[in-house]
Every structure is written in structure tokens, then in C-alpha cells.
């Protein structure tokens, strides 16, 4: 099981530019997430979805889009690349249980916005 | 006011001594706490989660809550060097809700040999 996976693992983009970044998980997992994590403010929820097909705004969803077409894969995207928007993004995913409800991180994508 | 306090430190210990690491938080709605563990350049993995007030140990590792105090705990015995990291606390208010998890800052862990 590769677990979580997040391509790329970095990339340099300059304001105005769009990409996407795509997460992958293969444990059968109904939940998926992107946060963001900045020095000093911990990881953010951006968006999230509890289903293939389905999806939700988290605590700072303005200048990103998702979606979950395929139960495996979550896509964050980026329309207009802004600096404020330079960080590490994580993906994660879980499936809830009645004990723990653990969230399975990825390895992060470092983005940086010139 | 961010809803969950953690001080980031860093917090520099010798090898052998007792780590000792806290989050308070100001939502009474919290009902599950976690303490994530999260190397350099890593993904956050989670490290120990507990239900409502009370502790819960496991090997060099305790957690702690006080619903009381809005505080929670981490304690690491016998600290060895890989236990350098930034340690995250999260709390969650209800099962389902989309797991959703509000983060602190992260405290940042050296412990050296």
C-alpha cells in the first residue's frame, strides 16, 4: 500500500497562473481533505469531501477549487495563483471508524508563488 | 482569537528527559483530541487519540485532558533524539461532520544526545 500519495512535490508558479495538484489514496478511504499549513498557524482545512462525487468548504476555501470524481483521488486547484498562496499543501484521508477516525497525511506539495 | 492555543516553541531537551508539551483550547464543543507528530518535511501521523476528560498512555507516550481547564496534554518519557519533530495537537467536536479537525500551531521538539 503506497498509502496517500500527492503529485507534484514541489512547483513554482507565478501570479495569475493556474495548476492543480492531485492526491491519490488507495485504502479505501470515503474521506479525503487539502489543508494548508503556514509557520506558526498549523494546518488549515481549505476543502474536503465525505464522498466520490461530493465535496465541501473548509475554514479558507477562497482561490481553490476541488474535485472527487473517482473515490481514490482528490484534485485542489488553482485558478489565479496568488503569493499569499505560497505554502505546503497536504492532502489526507480517512475512514470513519467507531474507535479512531484517523486522518492519513500525505508527504505534502511545497508551492511557492512569485 | 485562534480556537486552539499551542506554544511553539522550540523546546529544547536532553535525551532521557521528560517532554512535556500543552494546548488549550476555547471551544467546550471539543469532544475528541489527537496529538499528530510530524517530521521535517513530512506528513503529520497520528500519534495518540483520546475521548473526552481523563489520560491515556501508551509506551513512553501520555495524553492528558482537562474538559474542566480546556487544556490538554502531551508527555514523552525517556526523550530520545528521534523524537525531534513538531508535535500537533487537534480536537474534533462530533463524530462524523466530516471528521473535520481544528489544528494548533505545532510545537517544535529537539531532544538532544
Known amino acids: 500500500n503506497a498509502g496517500v500519495t500527492q503529485t507534484p512535490k514541489f512547483r513554482v508558479l507565478k501570479t495569475g497562473q493556474s495548476m492543480t495538484l492531485l492526491c491519490a489514496q488507495d485504502?479505501?478511504?470515503?474521506?479525503m481533505y487539502w489543508y494548508r499549513q503556514d509557520p506558526g498557524m498549523g494546518l488549515r482545512l481549505i476543502h474536503y469531501?465525505?464522498?466520490?462525487?461530493?465535496?465541501a468548504k473548509g475554514e479558507v476555501p477562497d482561490g481553490y477549487n476541488v474535485s472527487r470524481l473517482k473515490k481514490q483521488n482528490f484534485l485542489l486547484g488553482l485558478e489565479s495563483a496568488a503569493p499569499s498562496q505560497t505554502s505546503v499543501y497536504f492532502c489526507?484521508?480517512?475512514?470513519?471508524?467507531?474507535?479512531?477516525?484517523?486522518?492519513?497525511f500525505g508527504p505534502g506539495t511545497r508551492l511557492t508563488v512569485l | 482569537q485562534k480556537e486552539v492555543e499551542q506554544d511553539p516553541g522550540p523546546l529544547s531537551v536532553p535525551e532521557g528527559a521528560i517532554v512535556s508539551l500543552n494546548c488549550t483550547y476555547s471551544?467546550?464543543?471539543?469532544?475528541?483530541f489527537m496529538w499528530y507528530r510530524q517530521y521535517s518535511r513530512k506528513g503529520p501521523e497520528l500519534l495518540m487519540y483520546?475521548?473526552?476528560?481523563g489520560n491515556k498512555e501508551d509506551g513512553r507516550f501520555t495524553a492528558q485532558v482537562d474538559k474542566s481547564s480546556k487544556y490538554i496534554s502531551l508527555f514523552i518519557r525517556d526523550s530520545q533524539p528521534s523524537d525531534s519533530a513538531t508535535y500537533l495537537c487537534?480536537?474534533?467536536?462530533?463524530?462524523?461532520?466530516?471528521?473535520?479537525?481544528?489544528f494548533g500551531g505545532g510545537t517544535r521538539v529537539l531532544v538532544k544526545p
Open positions: 483520546t475521548y473526552s476528560s
Open positions: 489526507a484521508s480517512s475512514w470513519p471508524s467507531r474507535d479512531t477516525d484517523t486522518q492519513y
Open positions: 485504502m479505501n478511504h470515503e474521506y
Open positions: 471551544n467546550s464543543a471539543f469532544q475528541y
Open positions: 487537534a480536537m474534533k467536536r462530533v463524530r462524523g461532520a466530516g471528521n473535520k479537525l481544528t
Open positions: 469531501s465525505v464522498g466520490e462525487g461530493t465535496t
